[in-house]
């Protein structure tokens, strides 16, 4: 089904066939504190999933599972649930993303970015950013050269004090064509109460069911851990509609590229690394002045799916600089209350209207924001300091009801 194109691109695409191909992700997997996993050659990386559940929650799910083997739907709360179940508690943390440090910088738009977009991110001021750097997964303590995406989650404080967010990883294109195989996925992961591992059948079936992992298992396939967060291009992943001064649309994606250039770390320095390295490493290279990331637009033609964040745009499309990123510190805990909830756009920035992922992950972040922010507060509260962070209600400029409704789960 396809609605008015906009400037020639159709406004919604046809849902991905997911099972279209049989295959399962072919890279390794960090191992959970709770279990061992099994090491065959067809699992997505932990990291690259995530979610959550009450104990009433989780029993009710095994209670359906035994009576009806009938996937579980995917919830916000059920995907944090499961990544509780797989990473552990983490109480207080984020639930996915858990290992990361904080990191503040600007960024200055580029000559010619207004064309695109009449967003404020792109007016020629200098825009603060409070950012985030981090592993996807949910293992506080995961080793810095884990074979997992990277991320970069971005908060701009735009003139006027309006909020614009973005939440991106090192690689091209995202596990999940939709929440429901993103969910399975990870719960899959979920170790069985009797053997303390998952359930290797289930995993099995999980792979079969669903394909639409196979273009980022290739990519990582191919492709190893930066040595420094500074060395990672970061991708958006989904489209974007960009809406200019004269309400001329068009669809684009962004990646932002590291003038530092993307660097891997060799095999023999994978398993050299220490555990620890990547906050180091940057604290080191900002010793040197900031580092710096052009935001890269490519710009959509006619055809390119712009609801499905698995699928990459053919190369060779244009594109085009429309500003720079400079992070000038690193540490601190100033990201910690922030939800770095990916929709939160600013005018002249538009979600596209049916892409399910995108639409999945606003809850899910407010989930895990309201399950940690209110772990905070408590492990504050009986210390009788103030939370860390104490901005909770700037920082979640959205789902401010949703996440006090998820808290009481
Ligand atoms: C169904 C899909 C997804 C789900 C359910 C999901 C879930 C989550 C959750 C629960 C968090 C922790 C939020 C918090 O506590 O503040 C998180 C963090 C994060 N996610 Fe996702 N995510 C999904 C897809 C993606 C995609 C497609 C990207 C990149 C384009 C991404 C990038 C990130 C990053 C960078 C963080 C860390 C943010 C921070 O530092 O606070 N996620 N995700």
Redesign the pocket.
Known sequence: MSAAPVNGVPQTQAKSNLGESRYRAAFEQEESPMHQPSRHACRLPRQA????TSCAALLSLGAARAADPAPPA?T?QA??DS?EAVFGPNAG??????K?LCAEGRFTTAPGAARYSRSLLFSGQPVPVQA???L?GGRASAPDAARS?R???LQFRLPGGALHQM???NVPV?S?A??QS??ERLDADRPDPTTGKPDLARQKAVAERFTDNKALAAWMSQHRPPPSFANASY????AFRFVNAQDQARWVKWHFVPRDGEKELSEDEIKAAPADFLAKALAERLQHGPVAWDMVLTLGEPGDPVND?TRPWPAGRTEVTVGTLQVEHAGGSA?EA?????LVLSDGVQAPPDDP??A??SP??A???A??RAEAAQGQAASGQAPVGDAAKAASPRGEAATTKAVTR
């Open positions: 999933a995530f979610c959550f995917a916000p995907v944090v990544m943390k984020r639930r996915n993303h858990t990361g985030r750097f981090s996807a995406p991320g970069l989650a939440a991106m990883l995202f999940s939709m929440p993103f969910f991708h958006g992943l989904h964040p990201c922030i939800n770095f909830d990916p992922v995108l999945f992950r899910a972040y989930v895990s924001w399950r940690r």
